[in-house]
């Protein structure tokens, strides 16, 4: 962001602006809000998920993996012996002799190897095994619970509806959120002239009282640039409060000449045409400007003293 401009300043503008440019404002600057957060809340929450589902899955694969390995050994000693029985005497006599029970025994003991499988105990509430009288005993604060909350829930939708009537008839009335809010005056800002940024050189703090005074002795003693520069705060300040000029810290000479004429009679045009063009030739030419600097002075001091002698009759 350029240092020239003043987020300030844009907001001066937007509130200047007719009242249907507000209304739109304000319900935009809801939608955006609206759309935008419900979106960067759930991808924030699925970008965590992701996350963990990358972090315990691969925790899940290598529990996987090492019950496996244990697993390996028993399954294949299992699978040996049993094709090793029926490889070796595949008679029927000697598959009916084999005892199945003591079979299943062997492998279930296998099975029960606390190395080969890990267990876990977990307790957990049998609900189902509630005697009836006690479930007959309940069930009307089990109604009475069900019928609040189903009361409830009607009165919250109640609520929002009327909400919502209210909120329609409020913008109905006032125009916006923001109607009545209340903005600092133009005058305030008038109190303090604004000064574009092509003197950034000077500072407020080292501007001198009289300014047509310390003007007049900067040309005397060479220092045209300067000289021309205290004018032009001079005249800039006399131009936006008497004739609420409109001027920002990002204007150019030709945006403020253009903000100018748009608002001052055409003799003080001329005036101000003068002082532009002897600046612009000072500033970006890096020239003596061609011009009468006393008869200049002059003009402008004349011109700013009729104005406050009118206001003071006034």
């Known amino acids: 962001m350029p240092h020239s ?35 960067f809340v759930t991808g924030g929450f699925l970008a965590y998920l992701h996350r963990r589902v990358e972090l315990e899955g691969w925790d899940i694969e290598l529990a996987f993996k090492n019950i496996r390995t244990r697993l390996a050994g028993v399954v294949s000693a299992v699978t040996l012996f049993i ?7 595949p008679s029927t006599s000697y598959a009916e002799q084999i005892d199945k029970q003591a079979v299943k025994e062997q492998v279930t003991a ?6 080969v499988i890990e267990t876990e105990t977990t307790w957990v509430p049998n609900i189902e095994a509630k005697d009836s009288s006690s479930e007959s005993d309940w069930s009307w604060l089990i109604d009475v619970f069900t019928a ?14 009327l909400l919502v009537i209210w909120l329609v008839y409020y913008l109905m009335q006032k125009r916006g959120f923001f109607a009545n809010l209340s903005l600092p005056e133009r005058t305030k800002v008038n109190e303090e002239p604004v000064i574009p940024t092509l003197f950034a050189e000077i500072k407020s ?25 205290y004018l032009l705060h001079h005249a800039l300040s006399w131009a936006q409060q008497q004739h609420e000029v409109r001027l920002h810290r990002s204007m150019t000479e030709r945006e403020c000449k253009r903000a100018i004429d748009a608002r001052v009679p055409n003799q003080v045009q001329a005036i101000f045409a003068r002082l532009f063009s002897a600046w612009v030739t000072v500033a970006w030419g890096h020239k003596t400007p061609d011009i009468d600097f006393i008869e200049l002075t002059e003009q402008i001091t004349a ?12």
């Open 205 to 229: 703090k080292d501007l001198p009282t009289d300014l047509i005074a310390a003007a007049k002795q900067c040309f005397e003693q060479g220092e045209h640039r300067l000289a021309l520069a």
């Open 83 to 89: 094709l090793t029985t029926f490889s070796l005497q």
């Open 5 to 39: 401009f003043s987020a300030q300043e844009a907001m001066y503008q937007l509130f200047e602006a007719p009242i249907w440019v507000e209304i739109a404002f304000n319900f935009i600057y809801i939608i955006s809000i609206s759309l935008v957060a419900p979106l």
């Open 303 to 314: 011109m700013t003293t009729e104005t406050k002698e009118q206001a003071h009759e006034a």
């Open 110 to 115: 296998l099975y029960n190897e606390p190395n």
């Open 148 to 161: 609040i909350g189903e009361v409830f829930g009607i009165f919250v939708w109640v609520l929002v509806g």
